[in-house]
T-cell receptor, first 116, second 113 residues
Framework: EPEVTQTPSHQVTQMGQEVILRCVPI?????FYWYRQILGQKVEFLVS????????KSEIFDDQFSVERPDGSNFTLKIRSTKLEDSAMYFC??????????????FGQGTRLTVV | DQQVKQNSPSLSVQEGRISILNCDYT??????FLWYKKYPAEGPTFLIS?????DKNEDGRFTVFLNKSAKHLSLHIVPSQPGDSAVYFC????????????FGKGTLLTVNP
């Protein structure tokens, strides 16, 4: 079964450093998302990406965050200068373009980001 | 901002019995509701969904009920199996082209053999 893969599974970084989280969405999918879950809290939407541009972003997704689909297969989330409060599990998700919402989205296994 | 609320952080049931997981929402613009299941070290997996124009959707052992007037939905698992032990997330979408999801905090279901 096709799946969304994320690397690395765990990343430890020092405060102020840049970090890039990588995702390979399912190959024929057209919509891509990043969500995050701070420990003990709910899964929160960060950004959606379609047709090579951001289609929607949350207030969490400030200038420190950026996304890119550099080569048609990878989808990356960059945090320019990490803060302690960026520590969370980051989930990438993708969905096909023409299927209805009630089929859900496919999520990767997550990258646990720890900022020290 | 708690547009989707799962007030029970955990639930424990015996194998073979019914599990009922609850979810409340506040945003009247939500038109689809989804349940995701998550095992440790894995991402959320889509389980079942319901449109706001329906009040029930069934898929095998899983049934989701929607009470739009109460802004409440529930997931019933019958019969519960030990393999159902996981965190269950309620999520909602207001449609549009982005299909972004708003999640609840999740309920940890433990099914005891």
């Amino acid at each position: 079964e096709p799946e969304v893969t994320q690397t690395p599974s765990h990343q430890v970084t020092q405060m102020g450093q840049e970090v890039i989280l990588r995702c390979v969405p399912i190959s024929n999918h057209l919509y891509f998302y990043w969500y995050r879950q701070i420990l003990g809290q709910k899964v929160e939407f960060l950004v959606s990406f379609y047709n090579n541009e951001i289609s929607e972003k949350s207030e969490i997704f400030d200038d420190q965050f950026s996304v890119e689909r550099p080569d048609g297969s990878n989808f990356t989330l960059k945090i320019r200068s990490t803060k302690l409060e960026d520590s969370a599990m980051y989930f990438c998700a993708s969905r096909e373009g023409q299927v209805p919402i009630w089929t859900g989205a496919f999520f990767g296994q997550g990258t646990r980001l720890t900022v020290v | 901002d708690q547009q989707v609320k799962q007030n029970s952080p955990s639930l424990s049931v015996q194998e073979g019995r019914i599990s009922i997981l609850n979810c409340d929402y506040t945003n009247s613009m939500f038109d689809y509701f989804l349940w995701y299941k998550k095992y440790p070290a894995e991402g959320p997996t889509f389980l079942i969904s319901i449109s706001s124009i329906k009040d029930k959707n069934e898929d095998g052992r899983f049934t989701v009920f929607l009470n739009k007037s109460a802004k409440h939905l529930s997931l019933h698992i019958v019969p519960s199996q030990p393999g159902d032990s996981a965190v269950y997330f309620c999520a909602a979408s207001s449609g549009g082209s982005n299909y972004k999801l708003t999640f609840g905090k999740g309920t940890l279901l433990t099914v005891n053999p």
